[in-house]
């Protein structure tokens, strides 16, 4: 295994994570300047998701036809122009552009890097790759923080990770090479060798058994996780009385619990298996949601949030991983691609319409949701073990 494809396809990833929560961190000094309203960011962001699901789809054609390394290098270097649209944007609506090419390439990236790791590389490597997202994630809010605190405007944030994406462009144009003379992991590789032919399409992968069982559990698996970003702080505050600070930490915990785990689930995967690891995450994740039901105030929703966010930290990853042993090398892309688009499905659509509900209900209910959303990934993931039983080891 080249290990510098490795770091090229890690430094894809936290490039990918950069732009992720840029606009977040910006938008309370974008909108000043641009006289946009508060929700624009809500259309920004949709609009970027809208297009990441398009791209996700699409994946497997555009990567038969130009390869894997191929696509990731266009793909970045349409991030990198998306970008330059932000720091130039004059007013709120070229934002909304420059998130279409934005969109694009994120969901190209986030698929074909996923599919070749799952194909080419131990599940450790997936871990590690996913936890290189959340340092990128970590990293773009960091940048920014710094930039405006020694007197720079927010564009320069914006700038500073083009440049990131731009020079990792250069990069995978330099090593394009090297993308072909990987070969397939050697559990992967002693598959029928006619299984490796010709990739799947969407439709022939969607009749597949199991496959709308774990596109089920990835829905519900990444709505849970936006959830859990967007509304636990929202939640102490309002049914805790938490303060600000203590109610912006439980974001920060859960987030750096996911972070850490991922990190720590790379070492699991050594002595463990993705299948084991899966089930085990997701009773944390539960025991963790329940603890939070419990009448034990902010402590007790602090060590619910942490105990979820180390929870959360297996389960993308070693999904993905398992893709090509549970369904085979020909449907690995096109099923990574479907479960890509049922991820930003998830996490898109349905964090807000527990917000809606919440008016109504108040945030009460938040416990529940998650709850519900859990069930749903602890049945759809043993429903696809069972369907691929022959498959998977």
């Known amino acids: 295994m080249s290990m510098t494809l490795l770091c090229i396809i890690y430094l894809s990833f936290i490039a990918l994570g950069l732009p992720d929560s840029l606009l977040g961190s910006a938008w309370p000094t974008m909108r000043l300047e641009m006289g946009a309203p508060l929700p624009m960011a809500g259309m920004v962001s949709m609009v970027c998701s809208g297009c990441t699901i398009l791209s996700s789809l699409m994946s497997t054609r555009v990567i038969r036809r130009f390869g894997t390394g191929r696509v990731t290098m266009f793909s970045t270097l349409m991030t990198a122009t998306a970008l330059m649209g932000y720091a130039l ?14 969109g694009l390439g994120g969901g190209s990236v986030d698929a ?18 996913h936890c290189s997202w959340g340092v990128g ?18 564009r320069m ?6 440049s ?47 496959m709308m069982a774990v596109l089920i559990t990835f829905l519900c698996y990444c709505a849970f996780e936006s959830t859990m970003g967007l509304w636990t702080a929202s939640y102490a505050q309002q049914k805790l009385g938490a303060t600000p600070e203590q109610s912006a930490f439980l974001t920060s915990l859960f987030f750096a619990g996911l972070t850490l785990g991922r990190a720590l689930n790379g070492f699991l995967t050594m002595r463990l298996s993705s299948k084991f690891l899966i089930r085990a995450s997701i ?23 942490g105990l979820i966010g180390l ?68 049945l759809g993931n043993e429903v696809v073990n069972r369907q691929t039983a022959g498959k998977n080891a």
Not at 112 to 129: F, G, I, P
Not at 183 to 194: M, T, V, Y
């Open 89 to 102: 944007a004059p007013s709120p609506w070229v934002l909304v552009m420059a998130a279409i090419p934005l």
């Open 112 to 129: 074909a890097l996923n599919n070749y790791v799952a194909l080419h590389y131990e599940a450790r490597h997936m871990s590690w790759l």
């Open 137 to 154: 994630a970590m990293a773009g809010p960091m940048i920014l923080s710094a930039v405006m605190a020694s007197g720079g405007q927010w």
């Open 157 to 162: 944030g914006y700038w500073i990770c083009i």
């Open 164 to 210: 990131v994406q731009l020079l990792l462009t250069l990069m995978m144009a330099l090593t394009l090479p090297l993308w072909q003379k990987q070969k397939p992991a050697a559990a992967l590789a002693q598959s029928a060798p006619a299984e490796n032919a010709a990739m799947m399409s969407n439709r022939e992968a969607l009749r597949l058994p199991g």
């Open 283 to 305: 009773a944390i994740i539960l025991t963790g949601v329940l603890l939070m039901m419990l009448p034990l105030g902010y402590i007790g929703c602090l060590l619910a949030t």
């Open 311 to 378: 929870g959360c930290a297996p389960v993308y990853p070693c999904t993905i991983h398992e893709t090509p042993h549970r369904f085979g090398t020909a449907v690995s892309q096109a099923a990574t691609g479907l479960q890509m688009a049922f991820a930003y499905t998830g996490s898109t659509f349905l964090p807000p319409l527990m917000g809606l509900i919440s008016g109504a209900t108040g945030m009460d209910i938040l416990p529940w949701w998650l709850l519900t959303l859990g069930a749903g990934m602890l």
